[in-house]
């Protein structure tokens, strides 16, 4: 049994490697109302400033940009009265005109989080020589400690809707379900504003 185990840890590292190698950045095209500026793409009204960026979810839940394509947003609130931003505001359309919308915290915790738990079953079952309950309880304890911190980095780094007040302005990561991987360009609409982007390895050929 000890060969099949190794055959599948092999198996997972190369999942992970072919995963790593597929991800997937995405460069903003400058046009007449977007400026390119530090890689973000800007559009400037008397009202508002939005500003995007392709960028890669790093912390916790590492295995996020699995499932999801991320977009670093800021907004800044340009007039004397309060500014409302909604996720409604913001859509992804992938290079055939497909629209996505804005996932929930909620709907990536519930993805996630029994994810996380069920990685810890297989684990369990596979290794044949885990008897010790107590090392089984480490493990789970290990995995909610995970999840509390993946909880708090997405509360802390996404973008929170809402009112900005004059003067002020609000940043963070915004979700999408994520692009094919052949997909080869996409458009990031707020307000009725366009943002494109190409494949970083595509926009030069």
């Known amino acids: 049994m000890a060969p099949k185990k190794w055959l599948i840890v092999i198996l997972l590292c190369m999942i992970m490697i072919i995963i790593s190698s597929c991800t997937i950045k995405y460069i903003p095209v400058e046009s007449e109302n977007v ?25 916790e839940p590492q295995n996020l940009s699995d499932y999801f394509t991320t977009f670093y947003i800021q907004v800044k609130n340009r007039q004397n009265e309060d500014f409302e931003i909604q996720a409604s505001d913001i859509s992804l359309l992938d290079e055939e005109g497909n629209q996505f919308d804005v996932v929930s915290l909620d709907y990536i915790e519930k993805l996630l989080l029994p994810k996380q738990l069920e990685y810890l079953v297989i684990s369990n079952i596979e290794n044949e020589k885990l008897t010790d309950t107590q090392q089984l309880f480490e ?43 052949d997909n080869k360009s996409c458009q990031l609409v707020y307000r009725n504003n366009t943002i494109q982007f190409v494949r970083g390895d595509k926009k030069n050929k």
């Open 139 to 181: 493990d789970q304890r290990r995995i909610l400690e995970e999840w509390r911190e993946a909880k708090k980095n997405l509360i802390t780094y996404s973008l929170s809707f809402g009112k900005i007040i004059p003067g002020a302005k609000k940043s963070g990561f915004i979700f999408f379900p994520k692009l094919a991987s």
């Open 35 to 59: 400026i390119i500026t530090d890689d973000y793409a800007v559009i400037k009204t008397k009202g508002w400033t939005f500003a995007a960026e392709n960028m890669y979810w790093i912390k």
